[in-house]
């Protein structure tokens, strides 16, 4: 089993900047793919991000690229989200979720562990 808690949510100002982090515990973040997910009101759950379980590799959503940062800290066995350049089309809450194997996906199904979520609100 594997437990994932975020945090570093809140609320941040258009053109600004937020941290989340998420804590993995059960396996060690080096075994998993890492993804990041957002969910807005009466919108579907849609990709943001992923890191390989090597954190040689990431990939994002085209909405998120060149503003959005994923890293990993394998002593930590903690995963990060950077978010700069923040727009208020990126308030939702963001969910922090893992796989077995190397292989990024974009499909939530894809993912068999998640976090609780963390509420991120971007005024403008």
């Known amino acids: 089993q594997v437990q994932l808690v975020e945090s570093g949510g809140g609320v941040g100002q258009a053109g600004g900047s937020l941290r989340l982090s998420c804590a993995a515990s059960?396996?060690?973040?080096?075994?998993?793919?890492m993804g990041w997910f957002r969910q807005a009101p009466g919108k579907e759950r849609e990709f943001v991000g992923g890191?390989?379980?090597?954190?040689?590799?990431?990939s994002y959503a085209d909405s998120v690229k060149g503003r959005f940062t994923i890293s990993g800290d394998n002593a930590k066995n903690t995963v990060y989200l950077q978010m700069n350049g923040l727009k208020p089309e990126d308030t939702a809450v963001y969910y922090c979720?893992?796989?077995?194997?190397?292989?990024?996906?974009?499909?939530?199904?894809?993912?068999?562990?998640w976090g609780q979520g963390t509420q991120v609100t971007v005024s403008s």
């Open positions: 890191l390989t379980r090597s954190g040689r590799s990431t």
């Open positions: 059960g396996r060690t973040f080096s075994s998993l793919a």
């Open positions: 979720a893992a796989r077995s194997g190397n292989v990024i996906r974009s499909l939530a199904t894809e993912y068999a562990y």
